[in-house]
């Protein structure tokens, strides 16, 4: 039964990734910038984010301590952990308005993701996968994609940290971000976790990870695109160099 639910989830986030994607572009999720009523109930960011992210912090473990894993799965585990311990237990406690409404509704679908997307990958990874020993460590596509993961790591954290810093002072509202990758494009820190889950893909190695990677994009290409035109929008003094997602290309 276990297995059937892996293929039925596995199939539906391969499936919804470019639906999504096709959706966001027309549908602006109301968030942060975009926040707006009329999407229900609201809660506060900071919880929203602790909520929303924990299923992809706590499911992983107790997949791993049902499986017994060895020590190569225990690497892509710790690895996966480091992004996602940061995102439900770090992160929340650092966003500059962690009392702005943040709806229920949207924190309801990035949990039920999360839920989902946790599964497949750690199901497959520990319980379906082919036995990889310790050679794993030594093969190409982990260290290309090891080193992908950790350089779209520090993208995005230097990213969130550089915006968090134009409200240091105790300022509101929303500013023209500078340095780092901001120098050429508006959402490096999009960028930046697109890249990890690129890397992820490759360092596992499996089609559940290149499922993930599919649908990070679906869901932060589009708003890196809105993020784009809503800066030119809003400032006049917007740089006109400065592209969306891509240096020098868009």
Do not use: Q
Not at 50 to 60: A, D, K, Q
Not at 210 to 230: D, E, G, S, V
Not at 232 to 247: D, L, M, N, Q, W
């Amino acid at each position: 039964m276990a297995d059937r639910y892996y293929e039925v989830l596995l199939i539906a986030e391969l499936i919804l990734a470019p639906v999504v994607f096709l959706l966001l572009l027309f549908i602006t999720a109301p968030y942060g910038r975009f926040d707006r009523k009329g999407w229900g109930p609201v809660i506060s960011s900071r919880a929203a984010w602790m909520i929303m992210e924990s299923p992809s912090l706590v499911l992983p473990v107790l997949l791993a301590l049902g499986a017994g894993v060895n020590r190569v799965e225990l690497v892509f585990l710790l690895i996966w952990l480091c992004h996602y311990f940061h995102r439900a237990a770090v992160y929340p406690f650092r966003i500059s308005s962690p009392r702005k409404p943040f709806s229920v509704l949207i924190m309801s679908w990035g949990f039920i993701f999360n839920i989902i997307n946790s599964y497949v990958n750690f199901y497959y990874l520990f319980y379906l996968a082919p036995h990889r020993d310790l050679s794993w460590l030594n093969d190409i596509r982990f260290i290309a994609g090891g080193l992908l993961f950790a350089g779209g790591y520090l993208i995005n954290k230097k990213s969130d940290s550089l915006l968090r810093k134009l409200r240091a002072d105790g300022r509101t509202g929303y500013f023209i971000p500078e340095g780092g990758l901001y120098r050429w494009i508006s959402a490096p820190n999009y960028l930046g976790e697109m890249i990890e889950w690129g890397g992820w893909a490759l360092l596992v190695w499996s089609l559940p990870g290149t499922a993930f990677f599919l649908f990070t994009i679906a869901n932060l290409l589009p708003r890196a695109l809105k993020i784009h035109k809503w800066y030119g929008e809003t400032f006049a003094s917007y740089p006109e160099e400065r592209k969306a997602i891509v240096p020098f290309f868009f």
